[in-house]
Every structure is written in structure tokens, then in C-alpha cells.
């Protein structure tokens, strides 16, 4: 089972703040009150002895101690900036295996951490922009890809690996050629979804996983791909029976984590191999 990280922070907030309180409401008052008859029944008090009677208990010392740490970071994570570790190579050229991004959870709204509710509407997710989320057959797993169709947009994907949105081509531009290991050679193509001009692969060879298709997004929903057109897990292939026919492949509102926005260090595979470098550093198109 897989670590509910956000949970376990909270929880770790709520003890160390649960802690403090129980020293200024019921332990504090106790040890003034053990000094005060100390003090009272001697001419000369002892330091030794007002500081040990001054002691707090030690798992309230560690409390009040780890609280504030815990709360800015819980604050940090849940509301400003959450970092993320890309694991698969779904969107290259964009975003390598091994790249360390950070995800602004502000753009979409504020959300409660672990219920995810969101409580202030601050923006939409726009075509185009690179989105994490929380896969919606597993939203213990998190997914990132390129924001394609919005609410209300009408997705068609060809078996020739043609992108139309809205009944319009997603034009193509071929800028060269690399080799990736899992697909072989690949065409390096820019293309322009919205406001974000970015580098897409596609395979040079006929191979496709599924034929195209074409999709409806519903409203709350969005529809998503990655960078790695012919590498990804993404919308176009999504098979879960227990989600309604006509919301397959999409992502609903409630599993948006944050817009990605920067990579701020890379770490390639196998790590034992390579130490961290900073040569990617830099703004996600």
C-alpha cells in the first residue's frame, strides 16, 4: 500500500500542535506552580533545581519542537509549491526521467490537503499547460501530462497521429530526429496547443498502440496527453469499467494536483551511475 503522504502530515501537524497545547493548558501551569512552592520553601533556590522543575516533558519538548517546521511545510506543500520527482519518459523532450519539478498548487484553486476540496476558485487549467494529477482509476498514483482539451472541447486523434481540437489541425512543424530506447528512432516535431509552444515525439515507424479515436470533453473534466505521443498512458487509452462510458479518459476536476512549472534539478538513471545536475534547470513550456 502506498504512502498517504499529505495524510501522515497532517497527522504529524495535529499531534505536535495537540502536544503544545496540552503543555500551555495543563503541564506549564503545573511546573510555575512547582517553582512557586519550591521558591516559597527555601531562602536560596537552586538553578539546578528550577531548571530541572522547569523541564518539559520529553515528547512535549519534541513536539512544540517539530510543530512549527511541520506546519510550514504542510503549508508549503498544500497551498504554494509541491516538488515532484518525474519517473517515466511519457513527456519527452519536455521532461526527462529523473527530473525534479515543482508544481504550483495555487493555480487551480485552493484545496483542502487530503479531502482535496476545493474552497477558492483562483483558475481554470488551460489547453496546453502541464498538469499533475492523480491517475482516476488510481488516485493514489500521480500522472503528469499536457493539458489538451478543456470542458466542452471535441478531442479527435488520428491512426496517422493527426491531433485536431475542435475539428482543428494541431500543426506540426519536424525539427530533426533523436533515438529513444524504448521506440526507436523518433521524430522531434513543434507544435503550438494553446498558448504553449513545445517539442513533441512521435515514432517513425507505422507501430501505434491503439487506433485514434475521438472524444467529448464533459464538463469538470479534461482531457490529456503526453509530450511522448507514442509512449504515454494518457487519455486516448484509458480502459476502466467501473468509470461511465462517456467520462473514459478523462480527468475530473477533484484529481487536480497543480500546474508544472519548473524543473529545478536532474537526477538521470540508473542514479548510481550519475550524480544530480542542473544543466535542465529552468521553466516547463
Not at 479531502?115 to 496546453?128: A, C, E, F, M, N
Not at 500546474?259 to 535542465?280: N, Y
Request: aromatic share 10%.
Amino acid at each position: 500500500m502506498s504512502l498517504n503522504f499529505p495524510l501522515l502530515l497532517v497527522i504529524l501537524v495535529a499531534v505536535c500542535g495537540l502536544l503544545g497545547l496540552l503543555d500551555l493548558l495543563y503541564y506549564a501551569p503545573r511546573r510555575r506552580a512547582a517553582i512557586a512552592n519550591y521558591q516559597g520553601s527555601v531562602a536560596q533556590p537552586e538553578p539546578a533545581v528550577l531548571e530541572q522543575l522547569n523541564k518539559e516533558p520529553l515528547l512535549v519538548e519534541y513536539g512544540k519542537s517539530f510543530f512549527p517546521v511541520l506546519f510550514i511545510v504542510l503549508v508549503l506543500r498544500s497551498f504554494l509549491v509541491e516538488p515532484f520527482q518525474i519517473p517515466s519518459g511519457s513527456m519527452k523532450p519536455t521532461l526527462e526521467v529523473g527530473d525534479f519539478i515543482l508544481v504550483n498548487k495555487f493555480s487551480y484553486g485552493i484545496r483542502l490537503p487530503v479531502l482535496d476540496t476545493k474552497v477558492i476558485s483562483v483558475g481554470d487549467p488551460q489547453r496546453g499547460e502541464v498538469m499533475v494529477f492523480r491517475y482516476p482509476s488510481d488516485p493514489s498514483v500521480n500522472y503528469i501530462k499536457r493539458v489538451i482539451g478543456t470542458p466542452g472541447d471535441t478531442i479527435r486523434y488520428t491512426s496517422d497521429k493527426h491531433l485536431y481540437v475542435n475539428g482543428a489541425l494541431v500543426e506540426e512543424q519536424m525539427v530533426g530526429t533523436t533515438f529513444d530506447p524504448q521506440l526507436g528512432e523518433v521524430g522531434v516535431y513543434k507544435e503550438q496547443i494553446g498558448k504553449a509552444e513545445h517539442l513533441i515525439h512521435q515514432q517513425m515507424a507505422a507501430y501505434r498502440m491503439l487506433p485514434g479515436g475521438e472524444w467529448t470533453v464533459p464538463a469538470g473534466h479534461y482531457f490529456m496527453m503526453g509530450d511522448n505521443r507514442d509512449n504515454s498512458n494518457d487519455s486516448r487509452y484509458w480502459d476502466d469499467t467501473s468509470i461511465p462510458k462517456d467520462l473514459l479518459g478523462m480527468v475530473p476536476d477533484r484529481n487536480i494536483v497543480g500546474k508544472a512549472f519548473a524543473v529545478w534539478m536532474s537526477w538521470p538513471e540508473p542514479k548510481m551511475r550519475h550524480m544530480p545536475t542542473l544543466d535542465r534547470v529552468g521553466l516547463i513550456k
